[in-house]
């Protein structure tokens, strides 16, 4: 694992070409709930021209389809009934088929949260899985003032604590654990945009 917190060098990836597998660039993130995976993830769309790929986009739309409320307590309910009945590794599958089929040079993947998650991601060339730590009492109030999903606004601290202990976060420290790179994410919008960027240029310095 390495931490990158040198000077920015920022890449430019946007080409709608063809790439190899072996030249794509997929970064996974990784950490728990409200580190800033989501901003993050918008920097390497929005600077780097990267695809965005997320496991709970699939439980979104299926709970959109039913009608059912966008909580995270309905996301968990149909995360877990999916994996119990299709296996663990039902929405890795998925998601790495779709990575391999996308033609686009760069992809990120937010919110990777178990260590089936990376079973089938780990075998794509320029896979690399970055993780982001963040301290407890600032995620909480990011919850809160992001308000992202129903009732997040009037989550307490203790309401907080005890959703890192549901089922669908539970391992993310295991696999936060076989990360390639880490982001603290306890400074400014410009560091983070830093290090994301310096991370970018090492990848690319190795594939070289």
Do not use: W
């Amino acid at each position: 694992m390495i931490g990158i917190s040198a000077g920015a060098c920022k890449i430019s990836l946007k080409n709608n070409l063809y790439t190899p597998m072996e030249k794509k660039i997929v970064i996974g993130l990784t950490g728990q709930i409200a580190c800033g995976k989501g901003v993050i993830k918008k920097h390497l769309m929005e600077t780097h021209g990267a695809s965005d790929y997320r496991f709970s986009t699939i439980l979104r739309d299926l709970l959109k389809r039913l009608h059912l409320e966008l909580t995270r307590e309905n996301l968990i309910h149909i995360s877990t009934i999916l994996r119990q009945n299709f296996g663990d590794d039902l929405l890795a599958h998925a998601m790495a088929e779709d990575i391999k089929n996308d033609e686009q040079p760069f992809l990120v993947i937010d919110g990777i949260r178990r260590l089936a998650d990376i079973k089938f991601l780990k075998t794509i060339p320029g896979f690399k899985l970055v993780r982001i730590v963040a301290n407890e009492k600032l995620r909480h109030e990011r919850v809160v003032s992001r308000n992202e999903n129903a009732g997040d606004d009037k989550k307490t601290f203790a309401d907080f604590l005890q959703d890192q202990q549901q089922e669908t976060e539970i391992q993310i420290p295991e696999v936060m654990a076989t990360a390639d790179y880490e982001i603290v994410n306890e400074g400014t919008l410009d560091e983070l945009n830093k290090n994301v960027d310096d991370i970018i240029a090492d990848i690319k310095k190795h594939q070289a």
